[in-house]
């Protein structure tokens, strides 16, 4: 269903699984970086306790992978780029067939903030849901506080014709308390009609292959 690996200009999207990144070394990421409690500051998720809750975590996205209910990519950056071939993070695209959308999703580590990477891979997966998947609308979401997230989305869902929908009043529980969503959408013709026959993403089908 999803390409196992996609490439941009500065990007390697590659699928989210022990194939590509060990569990143990993912942990590390999750839990004991020195600036993880920032990077999860505005995410749906907490710093995992225990190795177990990120075997578990990668257990789920394999899963939801094969059941095309989730397309999920670790974040590489390619030779040229700043700490090139390190994991930056990862982002996908949490599907909903009955209505024809997805939602699209990132986190990312800090020394990867700041270098335009949320558009760029946004780009890909807008490709994706829209060229492969014939979904009908992406949407995306940040939580009103979170300035750096609200920057990136904006730019990005003006560049492929979106809208800002609003903000969805208590529709997040973040750390026990109800918090609101600022909401946008990029439908499938907004987004033919932005890059007309231009494609900024390779798709490549197996993680054997380099082309």
Known sequence: MFPAVIETDRLRLQRFCRETIDTLDL??????????????????WDPHPTPKLTWDF??????????????????????GEPRA????????????????????GIWLR??????????????????LAFDRLDLEVVDVGHLPANDQSKRA???YVE?????HDGVLRNFHLHDDEPVD????????????????DEREATFVESLDRDD
């Open 159 to 163: 560049k492929y014709g979106g809208r």
């Open 153 to 155: 989305i904006e730019k």
């Open 27 to 44: 942990y590390e990421y999750t839990a004991k970086s020195d600036t993880v409690e920032e990077e999860t500051r505005y995410v749906t």
């Open 58 to 79: 990668l257990t789920q996205m394999e899963e939801s992978w094969e059941n095309a209910e989730d397309a999920t990519y670790c974040v590489f950056p390619k030779d």
């Open 181 to 196: 969503l600022s909401h946008y959408s990029i439908s499938q013709a907004e987004w033919r009609d932005a890059v007309g």
């Open 85 to 104: 071939g390190e994991f930056a993070g990862n982002t996908g695209l949490h599907l909903n067939w009955d209505k024809r959308k997805a939602g699209l």
């Open 110 to 127: 800090k020394p990867f903030w700041g270098h335009g990477y949320s558009g760029e891979r946004a780009g890909a997966l807008l490709q």
